[in-house]
T-cell receptor, first 110, second 115 residues
Framework: SQQGEEDPQALSIQEGENATMNCSYK?????LQWYRQNSGRGLVHLIL?????REKHSGRLRVTLDTSKKSSSLLITASRAADTASYFC??????????FGEGTQLTVNP | GAVVSQHPSWVICKSGTSVKIECRSL??????MFWYRQFPKQSLMLMAT?????????EQGVEKDKFLINHASLTLSTLTVTSAHPEDSSFYIC???????????FGQGTRLTVV
């Protein structure tokens, strides 16, 4: 079963604006990962945040993790049209098994 | 980063036939490979986990006799959809993981259409 729930399901913004996507999960995790998927393609790993970390940055990406609320957020700053894609969070509870959220479809309008 | 190649990218087959999808790790040894299924505008559903040299572990509700998984080497896993039906039409994605890494690398996916 899918553990993660993401909101919003769809987000449409203008180029240059920031995009924030949220992910909630139900059980304790080892780490949480964010992935990007262009339409009809495979997934690209964006960033991993461990359960003992609260915030992580990578370029224009900022991920936060609140284990007390069992939630994470992905912020994309200064968005570009090329950022248009689906974004998924995935939790790892044991071993290397990934459980994916429902995803957020981001559209960045030029 | 590590490269995972999935083949074919798309396939159309007739009902009742079998289709084999390959997943290869090109520049690393994948001790574990995962197979996912994704319906349009939905998330990825894990179908099975395969470890090299052993039987795959299937998720609840996934028919092991219908979705045959073979992980015969450290660089290749195959998924065979047997006696395909139109409801098997979906996007199938594999991922591969090195033993010493927490990151899984994904193939580009295979679009299966059963007519």
């Amino acid at each position: 079963s899918q553990q993660g729930e993401e909101d919003p399901q769809a987000l449409s913004i203008q180029e240059g604006e920031n995009a924030t996507m949220n992910c909630s999960y139900k059980t304790s995790i080892n780490n949480l990962q964010w992935y990007r998927q262009n339409s009809g393609r495979g997934l690209v790993h964006l960033i991993l945040i461990r359960s003992n970390e609260r915030e992580k940055h990578s370029g224009r990406l900022r991920v936060t993790l609140d284990t007390s609320k069992k939630s994470s957020s992905l912020l994309i700053t200064a968005s570009r049209a090329a950022d248009t894609a689906s974004y998924f969070c995935a939790t790892v509870t044991s071993g290397s098994r990934l459980t994916f959220g429902e995803g957020t479809q981001l559209t960045v309008n030029p | 980063g590590a490269v995972v190649s999935q083949h074919p990218s798309w396939v159309i087959c007739k009902s009742g036939t079998s289709v084999k999808i390959e997943c290869r790790s090109l520049d690393f040894q994948a001790t574990t490979m995962f197979w996912y299924r994704q319906f349009p505008k939905q998330s990825l559903m894990l179908m099975a986990t395969s470890n090299e040299g052993s039987k795959a572990t299937y998720e609840q509700g996934v028919e092991k006799d219908k979705f045959l998984i073979n992980h015969a080497s450290l660089t290749l896993s195959t998924l065979t959809v047997t006696s395909a039906h139109p409801e098997d039409s979906s996007f199938y994605i594999c991922s591969a993981k090195r033993q010493d890494s927490t990151e899984a690398f994904f193939g580009q996916g295979t679009r299966l259409t059963v007519v």
